[in-house]
């Protein structure tokens, strides 16, 4: 059975940081392209970053030089550190673990970001 669990949520002041976790069982992780994703009340789904199994990093506009993502294979847990959270980084963020060959995709049930004073 696939599990992915992130952890790591809550409540910030603007300014603050988070840090978010993602572990997952069930799967070959080292294999699995890992992304985090959020989804803001009202709003769309939309891609945070994205890991590679070869450590190819990308990060929407939104978090570039705010946002790190990485990997910890031996523990098949990706993270997303979040530093200077602004109150529209507000949303429940979603951990996905994707692969090409054979096709998978799965996610995780989501943990709720608020960003407020």
């Known amino acids: 059975q696939v599990q992915l669990v992130e952890s790591g949520g809550g409540l910030v002041q603007p300014g603050g940081s988070l840090r978010l976790s993602c572990t997952t069982s069930?799967?070959?992780?080292?294999?699995?392209?890992m992304a985090w994703y959020r989804q803001a009340p009202g709003k769309q789904r939309e891609l945070v970053a994205t890991i590679t199994s070869g450590g190819t990093i990308n990060y929407a506009d939104s978090a570039k030089g705010r946002f790190t993502i990485s990997r910890d294979n031996d523990k098949d847990t990706v993270f997303l550190q979040m530093n200077s959270l602004k109150p529209e980084d507000t949303a429940v963020y979603y951990c996905?673990?994707?692969?090409?060959?054979?096709?998978?995709?799965?996610w995780g049930q989501g943990t709720q970001v608020t960003v407020s004073s």
């Open positions: 996905n673990a994707a692969r090409r060959v054979p096709r998978s995709n799965y």
């Open positions: 069930g799967i070959s992780f080292s294999f699995y392209t």
